[in-house]
């Protein structure tokens, strides 16, 4: 049985064979290095009984830059729709193609969830192109909802869903929305 364990800068000589497929994001050793040196218990791998490592998971907990625009934050009195509070963020998530349908994907992003959900975060969010549909139906599956669409977001110019999943913070579930497809913004209204 796989079993997941801390990301180590070794395991970045053995990811390339889950980068496999045209949907997944690759980065360059640095991106995967600051992350590790950041946020070191929301990088994951999971390792099959052979030693090979047949998926990751990359995360962060963060909020903007900037100060909310009330302080202390509350969701009730943000007067700004597009600040972010303290969250968690799934930046990569990959399987190996041969690994799939296992329920390796559910169990990496369940344990960054309890990561964050221990440092307090609101939410969980990540972005997944708008073309998709597989990957949208697994974080469906796991709680996610689509919280708005942000246009033009990749490189490519694709659209992207910005997918949320409330944590024990957002008791009231504030942070997520109903129809958040039909919700537009632009990439510079994200952050």
């Known amino acids: ?85 303290w969250h968690g963020h799934i930046t990569a998530l990959t399987v190996a193609p041969s690994a799939r349908r296992l329920g390796h994907a559910t169990r990496l992003t369940e344990s960054l969830e309890q990561q964050a959900d221990a440092n307090n975060a609101w939410f969980v969010d990540l972005f997944v192109r708008a073309e998709n549909k597989i990957a949208q139906e697994l974080y469906k599956k796991m709680g996610y909802s689509v919280y708005r669409r942000v246009m033009d977001y990749y490189n490519d ?7 949320r999943k409330p944590l024990s913070r957002d008791k009231d579930r504030k942070h997520v929305r109903e129809n958040g497809e039909n919700v537009h913004v632009n990439p510079n209204d994200v952050w």
Not at 157 to 163: C, E, Q, R, W
């Open 157 to 163: 110019g694709a659209d992207a869903f910005d997918m």
């Open 1 to 85: 049985m796989a079993s997941i364990r801390p990301m180590a800068v070794m395991d970045l000589l053995k990811i390339s064979s889950t980068n496999l497929d045209h949907l997944t994001e690759t980065y360059n050793v640095g991106f995967y290095l600051e992350y590790l040196t950041k946020w070191p218990e929301l990088c994951r791998v999971i390792e099959g009984h052979d030693g090979k490592i047949e998926g990751y998971i990359l995360g962060k907990v963060e909020a903007s830059p900037y100060p909310a625009p009330v302080q202390p934050y509350n969701p009730d009195t943000n007067p700004n729709p597009n600040y972010l509070p």
